[in-house]
């Protein structure tokens, strides 16, 4: 289920890259790390709601192709967070499986 719905904030964060941008270039007002932070917040509330994000006000003013890397580091450092868990949980497993050698 948790896959399912990061793989749906994923597809939301990547369609905000490209869809109803109107900046054409990088405004001297535009904040990347806001925007970056918006969208991080979107996708963790996409991953625990399923709610369908939109593109943040914090990104106004930035280029189609600044928010495209925006959103793919946003993407990057979830699937980073989300491996980093997953290894974790698998280590516990791991150790619970674990039996003394006779």
Known sequence: ????????????LLALGTAGLTACGSSD?????????????????AMESGKEGSRPGACDGLSDKEIEKIA????????EDSLGDLDASLDDSLEDLETAAP
Request: aromatic fraction near 0%; proline fraction near 3%; include cysteine.
């Open 1 to 12: 289920m948790k896959t399912r719905k990061a793989a749906a904030a994923i597809a939301t």
């Open 29 to 45: 007002e535009a904040d990347p790390a806001a925007c970056k932070a918006a969208m991080a917040e979107q996708m963790k509330d």
């Open 72 to 79: 793919g580091e946003v993407v990057g450092d979830q699937m």
